[in-house]
């Protein structure tokens, strides 16, 4: 009988702390961090959103895509995004890569059929295609793209828009940011700022 009782005594106290951290860890503490985010970084917080001028904003009706997440880019005169494996295309409810291993055969077919198209697009021999081109991030959301992915674009680019390969080149080198605190990965072009820089100079 005693056993039993201070079965019951240890199950009840452990049931406690089970709800007692559920509640704390599960409601309070994200609550509390929503909340100091809307409130110090609102922006950030709303998902980075820009409007078609390039401003931020905080509202997702005028919004036409996120500084921080990749989309798919309809129009064939503008910079293209590197590829997503994220559900059809950079989704953001299933963000993953292809989880494939280098020497997969249907990443290697993928990747070749994507070089061969690439090169033809931009009128270059497939061997001038850099790799992030025609492969994925790991997690499919991807907003950048290498400086070589950009400078291949340049050239076509500014003969479907009208606009000069030296200031399509000009707005790609200030849409490009160095590495992270200097040190942390490579330099990295924004697809969406850049082509919303293009639109407005095409549209002028």
């Excluded at 005028?62 to 500084?67: L, N, P, R, T």
């Excluded at 992915?149 to 030296?166: C, D, K, M, P």
């Amino acid at each position: 009988m005693l056993d039993i009782l201070t079965l019951f005594r240890h199950s009840l106290a452990g049931l406690r702390v089970l709800v007692a951290m559920t509640v704390l860890l599960g409601l309070a503490y994200p609550l509390a961090v929503t909340g100091i985010a809307q409130v110090a970084l609102p922006w950030q917080a709303g998902g980075s959103l820009v409007t078609s001028t390039g401003a931020r904003t905080t509202d997702p009706d005028d919004a036409v895509g996120s500084a921080i997440v990749g989309q798919v880019v309809d129009d064939a005169d503008l910079f293209q995004n590197r590829p997503s494996a994220a559900g059809a295309g950079y989704d953001l409810l299933g963000t993953y890569g292809t989880n494939l291993g280098p020497n997969n055969p249907d990443l290697v077919a993928a990747i070749e059929e994507r070089r061969a198209a690439i090169a033809e697009r931009e009128g270059v021999t497939p061997a001038d295609v850099p790799p992030d081109a025609v492969t994925s991030s790991a997690s499919g959301l991807d907003p950048d793209i290498s400086e070589a992915y950009a400078a291949l674009q340049v050239r076509r680019v500014a003969e479907a828009t009208g606009v000069s390969e030296a200031v399509v080149r000009d707005l790609v080198a200030r849409h490009t940011s160095g590495r992270t605190w200097g040190v942390l990965g490579e330099p990295r072009v924004n697809v969406l700022a850049l082509n919303l820089a293009v639109r407005q100079l095409a549209g002028s």
